[in-house]
């Protein structure tokens, strides 16, 4: 990039970069200049490895630390591709981290050793999820690892940071489903239920949805997934939507769990219905809109019914 090309950016950030726009011109042009030679002039002339092919400029090292006589060769060109393909969405693009929640990357081979590393990007870690197999090979890691100067990297290290990695692997959220896309347990699949809160004891349950399909052919009640709270009206109503297949808003007694009452819905009420008076009238309001979560188009609108 030319001085002007680098001022630029500085002055209106890009990405990920914020925009730094009261930067004093003096401070700017050191800023190029340490780019261009990698001399820092307000430290003294300080002199740090320029940026290269070899070494992606995201090591500086002071001139005699154990770091710097470590040689640009460890630099891993395929654990550099591994390393924008995974990691620097949260890490930096060199490694230098996102504060406050991501932290820099810059000499973690010197600070932990190859199984720790592995372990981490395995089984995860904090805010880390885990990555699988099918996420990120093992001959990927095993090149991220020569990307971060892994200290003790070897072939038998490597191996045993994979043993340590293999017993226990979380494979994501997968559901256990049969092979018509049903869950793979005998139903209800999804209940309401009412619980006395002096004793803990259930006062009833009741299957909360059904998959349409089903319903057709003779197979009710069987239950969903349901993503929603219900409410309760000071005369006893349970109101609740939630039901990711079929659409409904229902309510219930609250005191035997029996079904008062339902209605179709345009979409999905993946939301808690909530209600309000105007003018002496009771209305119950709730948001049924389009959801990953379901089949639906990505639409939504509020709905509201007016209570006897």
């Known amino acids: ?50 940026s290269d092919k070899a070494n992606n400029g995201l090591q500086h090292n ?8 470590r040689t640009p060769l460890s630099r891993d060109s395929e654990g550099a591709v591994a390393y924008a393909r995974h990691c620097a969405i949260c890490h930096g693009d060199a490694m230098e981290g996102i504060t406050p929640g991501f932290p820099a990357l810059i000499g ?26 099918a996420m990120i090979s093992d001959t990927e890691i095993q090149h991220l690892l ?6 003790d990297l070897s072939t038998n290290t490597y191996a045993v940071a994979m043993a340590a990695t293999d017993r226990y692997r979380l494979s994501g959220y997968v559901k256990f489903h049969d092979q018509d896309g049903y869950p793979a347990v005998s139903p209800p699949w999804g209940t309401l239920n009412a619980i006395d809160l002096n004793t803990g004891k259930y006062l009833w349950t009741v299957p909360l949805g059904e998959y349409p399909e089903l319903a057709a052919k003779g197979m009710a009640d069987t239950g969903t997934e349901n993503y929603g709270g219900p409410i309760v009206t000071a005369g006893g109503l349970v109101v609740i939507g939630a039901t990711v297949f079929d659409n409904m808003i229902r309510i219930f007694d609250s005191t035997s769990g029996k079904l008062l009452w339902q209605h179709k819905l345009p979409y999905a009420a993946i939301a808690t219905p909530t209600t309000y008076m105007v003018q002496g009238k009771q209305y119950i309001v709730i948001a049924a809109g389009g959801s990953k979560l379901t089949h639906g188009a990505p639409d939504g609108l509020y709905v509201a019914f007016t209570l006897p």
Do not use: C, W
């Open 1 to 50: 990039m030319t001085d002007q090309q680098i001022i630029e950016r500085i002055h209106n950030g890009k990405s990920r970069m914020p925009s730094f726009p009261n930067l004093q011109d003096d401070q700017l042009q050191a800023l190029v200049t340490y780019l261009h030679t990698g001399i820092d002039k307000s430290s003294a002339g300080r002199a740090y490895p320029s």
């Open 62 to 69: 002071e001139p005699g630390s154990q770091s710097a006589a």
């Open 108 to 133: 973690v081979g010197d600070r932990m050793s190859s199984t720790q590393i592995a372990s981490f990007i395995r089984m995860g870690r904090g805010r880390m999820p885990p990555f699988t197999q």
């Open 146 to 151: 020569r990307f971060f100067n892994a200290t």
